[in-house]
């Protein structure tokens, strides 16, 4: 029913920039409640960002807050996750999530769907 695709995702040196965009497809995008998880090697996958249907309200994991920037447009369907002042720390495969009913947006139970993921690599 919702069908999620990242791209954007590379190599880049510490200090950085990368814009991620995720492209839903399937559904009435401003319906959803939409997110941004990551996972690092042997590490769980782990809230990011997330934005409300309209995109009026944001939120942000305390590790990337003032260097990421969660934003949408629903008339093209697409999310987007700048990422600024890269670190080592954020090198991860990052996945955009889908919500039809946002209960807890930080956590992964509360997404039904989720894209594949883009790897971001920050060397240095």
């Known amino acids: 029913q919702v069908q999620l695709v990242e791209s954007g995702g590379g190599l880049v040196q510490a200090g950085g920039s990368l814009r991620l965009s995720c492209a839903a497809s399937g559904r009435t995008f401003s319906t959803l409640t939409m997110a941004w998880f990551r996972q690092a090697p042997g590490k769980e996958r782990e809230f990011v960002a997330g934005i409300s249907r309209s995109g009026g309200n944001t939120y942000y994991a305390d590790s990337v807050k003032g260097r990421f920037t969660i934003s949408r447009d629903n008339a093209k369907n697409l999310v987007y996750l700048q990422m600024n002042s890269l670190k080592p720390e954020d090198t991860a495969v990052y996945y955009c999530?889908?919500?039809?009913?946002?209960?807890?947006?930080?956590?992964?139970?509360?997404?039904?769907?989720w894209g594949q993921g883009t790897q971001v690599t920050v060397s240095s």
């Open positions: 999530a889908a919500a039809l009913v946002a209960v807890g947006v930080r956590t992964v139970g509360s997404f039904d769907y």
